[in-house]
Structure formats: structure tokens, C-alpha cells
């Protein structure tokens, strides 16, 4: 998609029409807002926010991490409405590291045959031979939030963390919480609880090793339900995007593992500002719950005729 930049007496605008505003800069003059109490605003967020916890405190898949990822997972996953998807991410702000491209620069490559998933979310690029180029990464990140949030079926829990999983008999069945205020202050203050979330599936997409990364995988070592993780290599963009998708799965039941984290787990190189394999192990991981989910069922099923 290209845009035609003009230039115009009185500077730089885009091709087109001449822009006629709306309304006129007077007309602010005497703008009021409708009258609200501060009791009214307090409820309206408290109430909406315990419903919610409620509503998802038993969840068919929990999804931690809200970077490309995990939001390529939820964004697949939410397309079936029968399915409650919760998403928890550590910090104020839901992306990681998809707000920018490498280095902090602005542009977002992703290598073909990614493009179709930009084109399914409707997201403009330029088109090169064998990737293209979206403007901004923050353009991805926030046309597939907005998208996403939008579906009755999600909710976004930021500002939280995972302490923890729920492990019973050897299957991931849920996860522990906290604010991560709270979880960054557990040595100044006495002991602060966390809270649960039951699921059937984990999804974890926590990214590669740092304050809060490789979490899941991590804890999956911790308590032996996997062998010493590898740890990632030095980069390799096209060793690493293949590796990254192809190592997307259902690492132990009931828990899938996304994106960079698999790094970590099973010794991938390190992928650098290139973002095709996010998007993809994103919708891979999503198919891999899809199918945990359905083992699941069949399994109960089973149990409850036997």
C-alpha cells in the first residue's frame, strides 16, 4: 500500500481533497461535559473489573505474555466464540517488544508468507521480494489489540503477574497471580498472597531470558517436568524464525509454549528485529491449545463412560 505525499503552500500534507474541518475553534469555547459523580466512576471500573475476575477465574486458556505472540494466539484462538480467553501481562502497557522494530527504530519487517497474517488483520506494508515492511510496529500492535479487545471473549489482565502455575498430576491447570507491583515487592513487605486462575490450557509466551522472561519454562524446570532447558543461541534470523515455529507446541499437558521463550526451552538462535516467526508461532500455539483442548474433552469423556 503506498500513500502519495503533496506539497502545498503552506507545507507538507497527503494527496486528496482539500480537508474541510468539522467544526470551527470557537466552537471549543464553551464545551462542558455531561455532570458525573466520583462514586459513579469508581464503581464503574470496580464492578466490571471483580466481574471479570469472576467470569475468567476459570478460563479454557489463560495466555501469558501479551507480545506478538501472544496476541497472534489470542487473536486465532478468539475466532471461536465458544472459547474464554484470558490474557495476563506483567506491565501497564500490553505489546513487549513489538511497539518497536530493532534498535529502537520505528519499522516492523516480517518475512513472507507472514504478510497474509497482516493481510487478514488488514494492516497496510510495502511490499519487497521476499518480506515487507509495516511503517510503525506500533501499527501491528494496535490495530490487533484494538481488534482483539473488541471480541466478547477476551480480556486483557495488565499489570499482573504470573507467580506460578496450578500443576495437578502432572498437567498445567492454571496459573498464580499478583499485581506486579506487588510481585516486585515481595522482599520489602510481609507475606502478600497471590490470587488463581484455573485453565485448561496455559499458554505460555513470557519471551527469552530477562526479569520476568522465559517464567514459564523456567518453573517447568524448577519443578521437573522438563529436562534443563538449552538456553538460546547467538542470531540467526533464518535459522531462528523457522526453529521458533517449528518448536511451537504443547511442551508438557496442558501447557503450550510461544514465541521467544521456546528459545530458551530448546536452545534456538536468537531471532533480532524480524517479526514473522512471532506472528506465526503466535497462530501455531493457538492450534496447538485448540488440540489440547480437545484431547482434553475426549479424555473426560472417556473417564466419565468408563
Not at 141 to 162: E, G, H, Q
Amino acid at each position: 500500500m503506498s500513500t502519495t505525499i503533496t506539497i502545498s503552500s503552506t507545507g507538507y500534507r497527503l494527496g486528496g481533497e482539500e480537508f474541510k474541518p468539522s467544526k470551527n475553534y470557537e466552537d471549543f469555547d464553551n464545551y462542558k461535559f455531561a455532570p458525573i459523580r466520583e462514586s459513579q466512576v469508581n464503581r464503574e471500573m470496580v464492578t466490571r473489573y471483580m466481574n471479570d475476575m469472576l467470569t475468567y477465574a476459570e478460563s479454557d486458556v489463560v495466555i501469558v505474555g501479551c507480545g506478538s505472540a501472544g496476541l497472534s494466539c489470542a487473536w486465532e484462538l478468539s475466532k471461536d466464540p465458544s472459547l474464554k480467553i484470558a490474557i495476563i501481562e506483567q506491565s501497564v502497557s500490553p505489546g513487549g517488544g513489538c511497539w518497536l522494530g530493532g534498535q529502537l527504530f520505528s519499522a516492523m519487517v516480517v518475512r513472507k508468507p507472514a504478510d497474509k497474517f497482516l493481510d487478514e488483520l488488514e494492516i497496510p506494508y510495502e511490499e519487497k521480494e521476499d518480506y515487507v515492511v509495516v511503517k510503525h510496529a506500533a501499527l501491528f500492535t494496535s490495530t490487533i489489540l484494538s481488534k482483539l479487545l473488541m471480541r466478547p471473549n477476551v480480556k486483557l489482565f495488565n499489570a499482573t503477574a504470573v507467580e506460578d502455575l496450578i500443576v495437578k498430576k502432572g498437567k498445567v491447570a492454571g496459573v498464580v497471580t499478583n499485581w506486579t507491583l506487588v510481585s516486585l515487592n515481595h522482599d520489602t513487605q510481609s507475606c502478600m498472597d497471590p490470587n488463581v486462575m484455573e485453565a485448561k490450557v496455559v499458554v505460555s509466551g513470557t519471551g527469552h531470558d530477562g526479569p520476568m522472561g522465559a517464567s514459564g519454562v523456567k518453573r517447568l524446570e524448577s519443578i521437573g517436568l522438563i529436562k534443563e532447558k538449552k538456553g538460546m543461541l547467538s542470531l540467526d534470523m533464518n535459522a531462528a524464525e523457522d526453529d521458533i515455529v517449528r518448536y511451537t507446541r504443547e511442551v508438557v499437558p496442558g501447557m503450550v509454549v510461544t514465541g521467544m521463550e521456546l528459545a530458551e526451552l530448546d536452545g534456538a538462535p536468537r531471532m533480532g528485529p524480524t517479526f514473522g516467526a512471532m506472528l506465526i508461532s503466535g497462530q501455531k500455539a493457538a492450534y496447538a491449545a485448540r488440540a489440547s483442548l480437545k484431547r482434553q474433552a475426549e479424555e473426560e469423556k472417556a473417564a466419565s463412560q468408563a
